[in-house]
């Protein structure tokens, strides 16, 4: 059958014409956009009056046509899959002009909205940047970006989204390496706000992406003293906001038990490590 959807709110959204038999339509009802969707195609012609419409047939293929007394249109739809919570995802990988994915993308959002979906995302590929303005202009927004991509987004429905946002916080590990004489571990950093200031302090980084916390402070201190350790327990944690380019920061601090003793500073980051007596 094809949809037509309507651009006048008080007439019904949609009309739907049953294929196998000719249907004419005496007089214009409303304007809007047709699609018929055959897999990942649809025929379109936009916008139209129902009065272009004068029948409905099947083509010798099987694939099911349009017929209007204009040209009709065939309108490539993006690939998609449905995500858990009625919407869709989109990952493009196919390079294209933006003004052809301007036109998939048009047609694709009229087919998910007849459908009921939510939310659409867009995970557009670095080398595919040229496509971005295109779904910008649709009403799509920046989600979150990692190095080699970025994520947009679309909310369908009428009102406010309910997408969940961007990842809110960064984690960040200090260990606390003492060993059976009481000695811990601390260093100095080349860079940072303590550079130059004969600041003392305990190995710190970032918790890497899937990265355990205990797993990131013995990586951390191997990286920056070349120190082998076991995890022993959380000592402390803290929260603070404003941190990193505005996102919030989870800071923890773990208990390490050195296995080696053989201090070496990391040369592109730490400018001294040693240890020191704890009393």
Known sequence: ?????????????????????????????????????????VRAKTPFSTRTVSALTRSRSGMEQVLVENEVQQVRLLDSVNDEHGGVIVELSESMDSKVFASMLKASLALWRSQGKRGVWIKVPIELVNLVEAAVKEGFWFHHAEPKYLMLAFWIPEGAHTLPANASHRVGVGAFVMNKKREVLVVQEK?????????????????DEGEDICAAAIREVKEETAIDTEFLEVLAFRQSHKSFFEKSDLFFV??????????????????????????
């Open 1 to 41: 059958m094809i949809r037509i959807l309507c651009t006048y709110p008080f007439l019904s959204s949609t009309i739907n014409f049953p294929l196998g038999r000719t249907t004419l339509l005496p007089s214009k009802v409303c304007k809007g956009y047709s699609f018929l969707h055959l897999g990942n195609w």
């Open 191 to 207: 860079s940072g706000i303590f550079r130059g200031k004969g600041v003392w302090k305990f190995p710190t980084g970032v918790v």
């Open 254 to 279: 773990c208990m390490l038990r050195p296995l080696s003793f053989d201090i070496e500073k990391q040369e592109s980051e730490i400018e001294d490590a040693r240890v020191f007596s704890y009393k």
